[in-house]
Nanobody
């Protein structure tokens, strides 16, 4: 089992920045990569960014690249999502997930709410 705890969400104004954290514990060696998703009510869950533990390879949703940056601290088993120039449409619950070596998102955090006011 891998336990994931997100933090760092909150209410900000458009143009502000936030940094989300996702702390992993447990059998973290079973995770190949960490992924951030977001979801708003009535919409599909949306991929945001991913980072691989071993080499730091990253991938971003095309629409978010340039504003959002994913990073990691292997020593702390923590992944971060730096979000800059936030827009009201970035309002969502942000979830981190652990991707296994078989490509499944086996573990999820509880989510952290990000609200961007105009």
């Amino acid at each position: 089992q891998v336990q994931l705890v997100e933090s760092g969400g909150g209410l900000v104004q458009a143009g502000d920045s936030l940094r989300l954290s996702c702390a992993a514990s447990g059998r973290t060696f079973s995770s190949n990569a960490m992924v951030w998703f977001r979801q708003t009510p009535g919409k599909e869950r949306e991929f945001v960014a991913a980072i691989r533990w071993s080499d730091g390879w990253t991938n971003y949703a095309r629409s978010l690249k340039g504003r959002f940056t994913i990073s990691k601290d292997n020593a702390k088993n923590t992944v971060y999502l730096q979000m800059n120039s936030l827009k009201p449409e970035d309002t969502a619950v942000y979830y981190c997930a652990a991707e296994t070596f078989t490509g499944t998102y086996a573990y999820w955090g509880q989510g952290t709410q990000v609200t961007v006011s105009s």
